[in-house]
Nanobody
Framework: QVQLVESGGGLVQAGGSLRLSCLTS????????MGWFRQAPGKEREFVAT????????YYTDSVKGRFTISRDNAKNTVYLQMNSLKPEETAVYYC??????????????????WGKGTLVTVSS
């Protein structure tokens, strides 16, 4: 069993930055591709970013390219999401995800093996 615990959410003004962290339990962290999804009020959960188990490959949804950076530290069992130039429409609960897969593209919602409980990011205008 793998447990994911997100942190780092909060209230930020438009144009500001936040860094989310996701601490993963267990000794198998380095075999999982990790990712971030988000769900805004009244909307479906959507893919944001993912990183391969080695950290060598990343994918982003188009709307965050150049502003968000996903990274991981396998020694600390942690994946990060650095978010810059945040926009009010990016207000959402951000979820960490783990997927035992060879990463060939964005993570698919239905393929995720484990989810965190989410952390709320609120971007004020």
């Amino acid at each position: 069993q793998v447990q994911l615990v997100e942190s780092g959410g909060g209230l930020v003004q438009a144009g500001g930055s936040l860094r989310l962290s996701c601490l993963t339990s267990g000794r198998m962290f380095s075999v999982y591709a990790m990712g971030w999804f988000r769900q805004a009020p009244g909307k479906e959960r959507e893919f944001v970013a993912t990183i391969s188990n080695s950290g060598g490959t990343t994918y982003y949804t188009d709307s965050v390219k150049g502003r968000f950076t996903i990274s991981r530290d396998n020694a600390k069992n942690t994946v990060y999401l650095q978010m810059n130039s945040l926009k009010p429409e990016e207000t959402a609960v951000y979820y960490c995800a783990a997927d035992w897969t060879v990463l060939t593209g964005p993570l698919d919602l239905s393929g995720v093996d484990y989810w965190g409980k989410g952390t709320l990011v609120t971007v004020s205008s």
